[in-house]
Nanobody, 124 residues
C-alpha cells in the first residue's frame, strides 16, 4: 500500500502562484504513473497533470492548465507548480498514483492510491 500526503495549498490572488507537494511513503512510487487531480463540490474529480515513472518520458496536462501548471517528481515526492492562477483553479487538489509505469489517461477510476487532498482558493 502506497500512502500519499499533500501539502502546500492555501489562498492566493488571481495571477499568483502556489506549489503543491505530495510525499509518497516509499520508493515504489518511483515506478508508478502519478498525477494531480482537483475537485469542486458537485463536480467530478478532474485530472490536471500526469507523469510517467521516473525515467519514462511523458507528461500529460489538461487543456485548462496547460502552459500554467508543471508537474515534476523526485524519488518519492510529486510536485505541482501552479502559476498564473485563476479563480476557476479553486478546488481540492489530490495527488494519485497507479501501479503501472505509464499514464494512459487521467481518469480517476484508474488510480488506486490517493492522498487526502489540499485546498486551493484563488481570489478573483
Amino acid at each position: 500500500q502506497v500512502h500519499l500526503v499533500e501539502s502546500g495549498g492555501g489562498s492566493v490572488q488571481a495571477g499568483g502562484s502556489l506549489e503543491l507537494t505530495c510525499r509518497g511513503s516509499d520508493y515504489r512510487i518511483g515506478g508508478y504513473c502519478v498525477a494531480w487531480f482537483r475537485q469542486v463540490p458537485g463536480k467530478e474529480r478532474e485530472g490536471v497533470a500526469g507523469m510517467n515513472r521516473i525515467g519514462g518520458a511523458g507528461l500529460m496536462y489538461s487543456d485548462a492548465v496547460k502552459g500554467r501548471f508543471t508537474i515534476s517528481r523526485d524519488a518519492t515526492n510529486i510536485y505541482l507548480q501552479m502559476n498564473n492562477l485563476k479563480f476557476e483553479d479553486t478546488g481540492t487538489y489530490y495527488c494519485a498514483a497507479r501501479s503501472s509505469a505509464y499514464c494512459s489517461t487521467l481518469t480517476a477510476a484508474e488510480f488506486a492510491f490517493w492522498g487526502q487532498g489540499t485546498e486551493v482558493s484563488v481570489g478573483s
